[in-house]
């Protein structure tokens, strides 16, 4: 897993922004990052599941989750930044989150880390 994870660094498929608090520091090596980003991006999409059928309509449609991860990879917090408008990709997007809970523990140094997944109807994206 750790080669998929390290040839799928460069094919980065999920969006994310760093937010850590006054006490914790940024990792120094940034690849650090980019391996947990490319682990959790695997762990949604072996969790995705989606129907096109079930869902209808789907052009263009987009849903955005924002969630915070502790040192140990668990998920607490989870919101929507952008709903799709379309019930069944958006429950499906959150199904995927919660399903992927717990993920890889964070890089030393980060009392948290809030990532913000973008899902459309083939699964996630950047």
Known sequence: MK???QNQTGKQS???SITANSGSSYPKDFSQIE???AEVSVRMKN????SEKLAGKTNGLESRLVIKV???GTIT????EKRSGNAYLD???YKTVMKSNPLPPLPK?????HLVLGFTPSGLHQ
């Open 35 to 37: 391996i947990f980003q």
């Open 14 to 16: 999920v969006s994310t």
């Open 77 to 80: 917090d989870v919101w929507f």
């Open 47 to 50: 969790n995705w599941v989606f």
């Open 70 to 72: 502790l040192p140990d």
């Open 3 to 5: 080669k998929e994870v």
């Open 91 to 93: 429950n499906s997007a």
């Open 109 to 113: 140094g980060l009392a948290y880390y």
